[in-house]
C-alpha cells in the first residue's frame, strides 16, 4: 500500500512537474531564453523552478532543489536572492570530509536501493539504440561514484544535480507508465529524505 501511496504521488508530482517545465516554456518563448546559473537555453528534458523573489527560472540540479521537493513549496528564492536560507545555505556550503564521507555512505544506499537497478551503470546503446539521441547529458549512479572519489563535487547542489538528473533523463525518455519512470520517482523520493536528513546535520554542526 505505500508503493501504492508513493506512486500516485510521484503521478501527481510528473504533473505538477510537467505543468511547471510547460511555463518554463512559455517564458521561454516570450523571451527567448530562460536565465539560470549555468546560462544554457531552454531544456525540456529539465526540471525547471521559478524564484518568487526575482522571478528566474532556475534548472533544479543547478540550485540543488529536487522536483518531488518544489512541490512542497510555498514559495522558493534562489541562491542569490536569499543566500542565508537554510536550504540554499547547506545546497551552496563547500563540502568538507565530514560531508564528502556522508555523500559516499549515501551512494552506497542508493546503489543498494532496489529502484536503483536501472540507473547502476551507463544505458547501454547496444539495448537502446536511440537513446543517446535523445538524452544530451547522460548519468548515472557509477559515474556518480567516480565523480565523488575524484573530489569533482565541491557542494551539495552539485552532487543532488547529477542525481536529480538520472531521475530527470528517465523520466524525459520514458513514459509516464513506464516501470523505469516508477523506479525514478521512487528513488527520488528516498533520496529526498535523506537529503533533508543531511542538510539538518549539517545545521547542526554549523
Known amino acids: 500500500e505505500e508503493e501504492e501511496d508513493e506512486e500516485r504521488e510521484s503521478e501527481d508530482s510528473r504533473t505538477n512537474l510537467k505543468k511547471r517545465n510547460g511555463e518554463a516554456k512559455k517564458e521561454e518563448d516570450e523571451s527567448g ?3 539560470c546559473i549555468c546560462k544554457q537555453p531552454y531544456d525540456e528534458s529539465l526540471f525547471y523552478i521559478q524564484c518568487d523573489s526575482c522571478q528566474q527560472w532556475f534548472h533544479g540540479k543547478c540550485v540543488g532543489i529536487i522536483s518531488k521537493e518544489a512541490q512542497l513549496l510555498d514559495t522558493y528564492s534562489c541562491p542569490s536572492c536569499d543566500p542565508s536560507s537554510m536550504v540554499n545555505y547547506c545546497n551552496q556550503k563547500r563540502l568538507d570530509s565530514k560531508d564528502v564521507h556522508f555523500l559516499k555512505m549515501l551512494l552506497k544506499e542508493l546503489k543498494s536501493n532496489k529502484n536503483s537497478r536501472p540507473f547502476l551503470n551507463p544505458v547501454d546503446a547496444s539495448l537502446v539504440p536511440d537513446y ?4 544530451k547529458k547522460p ?4 559515474t556518480i561514484e567516480k565523480k565523488l572519489e575524484s573530489s569533482c563535487y565541491s557542494t551539495l547542489a552539485s552532487f543532488i544535480g547529477d542525481v536529480t538528473l538520472i531521475c530527470d533523463n528517465c523520466r524525459y525518455f520514458n513514459d509516464d507508465k513506464s516501470s523505469f519512470t516508477t523506479c525514478a520517482n521512487l528513488l527520488e523520493s528516498f533520496f529526498l529524505q535523506r537529503i533533508k536528513t543531511f542538510r539538518q546535520q549539517m545545521l547542526e554542526d554549523k
Not at 132 to 135: D, E, G, R
Not at 139 to 142: A, E, N, R, V, W
Request: charged share 25%; hydrophobic share 45%; aromatic share 18%.
Open 33 to 35: 531564453k530562460v536565465y
Open 132 to 135: 543517446y539521441k535523445v538524452i
Open 139 to 142: 548519468m548515472d549512479l557509477s
